[in-house]
């Protein structure tokens, strides 16, 4: 079975200060897909950021970012300049080939992560 | 563009009755999924779908039954409900890309 782990059960940061969240995983297979959400109090999941395992250049978005290293299984988030609103429980996951085309999700226990005024 | 719906929101049974979530989507998606969250957890899969009419287990299928009928629609069936149900239950749907898109989630408490 596949396990992702966040080390880092709470967090906290101040606003406008930088975060890195931790994820490691385990996995055997070459062809994957890793991802972190997002699940804000209102409880819905928000995709922030995706990474191909193929590809080595991390991915950015906005103020998001990622250090992936594939052969470490590493795969931390990067916040910069923390909003208010990037207070939320942050979830790091992997995709893996499942068969008949589909990839399946597995996913870490999470992050909470407070930003303070 | 709705994205990925769920009904109901928020549900309560009494142990041994029986329900079905309904989560719909509008994005012409061919896989779909059903997770359930547990708290200090992160979701677990319990069954997914590659397409109309063809369903698969996830990791914690059993309890649950799931029917794909039409592409649009994946339907999560409790047939006799056990507090160990109790959970919050998200849908999702996914892109070519390998996104997952989650619905807003049912709050389901088995009495």
């Known amino acids: 079975a596949q396990t992702v782990t966040q080390s880092q059960p709470e967090m906290s940061v101040q606003e406008a200060e930088t975060v890195t969240l931790s994820c490691t995983y385990d996995?055997?297979?070459?062809?994957?897909?890793l991802f972190w959400y997002k699940q804000p109090p209102s409880r819905q999941m928000i995709l922030v950021i995706r990474?191909?395992?193929?590809?080595?250049q991390n991915a950015t978005e906005n103020r998001f970012s990622v250090n992936f290293q594939k052969a470490a299984k590493s795969f931390s988030l990067k916040i910069s300049d923390s909003q208010l609103g990037d207070t939320a429980m942050y979830f790091c996951?992997?995709?893996?080939?499942?068969?008949?085309?589909?990839?399946?999700?597995?996913f870490g226990k999470g992050t909470k992560l407070s930003v303070i005024p | 563009n709705a994205g990925v719906t769920q009904t109901p929101k928020f549900r309560v049974l009494k142990t041994g009755q029986s329900m079905t979530l309904l989560c719909a989507q509008d994005?012409?998606?061919?896989?779909m999924y059903w997770y359930r969250q547990d708290p200090g957890m992160g979701l677990r899969l319990i069954h997914y779908?590659?397409?109309?009419?063809?369903?698969a287990k996830g990791e914690v299928p059993d309890g649950y039954n799931v029917s794909r009928l039409k592409k649009q629609n994946f339907l999560l069936g409790l047939e006799s409900a056990a507090p160990s149900q109790t959970s919050v239950y998200f849908c999702?749907?996914?892109?070519?890309?390998?996104?997952?898109?989650f619905g807003p989630g049912t709050r389901l408490t088995v009495l």
């Open positions: 999702a749907s996914r892109t070519s890309y390998n996104e997952q898109f």
């Open positions: 996995t055997s297979e070459n062809n994957y897909y």
């Open positions: 990474q191909e395992a193929y590809k080595q």
């Open positions: 996951a992997t995709a893996l080939y499942s068969g008949a085309g589909s990839y399946q999700l597995t």
């Open positions: 994005m012409n998606h061919e896989y």
């Open positions: 779908s590659v397409g109309e009419g063809t369903t």
